[in-house]
Nanobody, 112 residues
Framework: QLVESGGGLVPPGGSLRLTCAAS????????MAWYRQAPGKQRELVAA???????DYVDSVKGRFTISRDNAKHTVYLQMNSLKPEDTAVYYC????????WGQGTQVTVSS
């Protein structure tokens, strides 16, 4: 099970920290990722972190977003800084390696 939280309404330039709590899996061996889906658009992978800690980002968020994980807490985080209106979307976490059932996501709205 995946449960995302931490979304909200922030002005452009603001920050948010998203949290994804995973249960029922051997979390430490899973690569994990954050995805987002904006209205009328396909879901896209935003950031990923392997079990070994290797990280990758989509170009549009490089330098602004940071993904991290805490294996002891079965949790993956997404620190989002310098938010832009185009970051507005529902954000989800999942494993790109062994996909799980999608959670409900958390809404991020960037607007003045």
């Amino acid at each position: 099970q995946l449960v995302e939280s931490g979304g909200g309404l922030v002005p452009p330039g603001g920050s948010l920290r998203l949290t994804c709590a995973a249960s029922g899996i051997m979390f430490s061996i899973y690569a994990m990722a954050w995805y987002r889906q904006a209205p009328g658009k396909q879901r896209e992978l935003v950031a990923a972190i392997t079990s070994g800690g290797s990280i990758d980002y989509v170009d549009s968020v490089k330098g602004r977003f940071t993904i991290s994980r805490d294996n002891a807490k079965h949790t993956v985080y997404l620190q989002m800084n310098s938010l832009k209106p185009e970051d507005t979307a529902v954000y989800y976490c999942n494993s790109p390696q062994y996909p799980l059932n999608w959670g409900q996501g958390t809404q991020v709205t960037v607007s003045s």
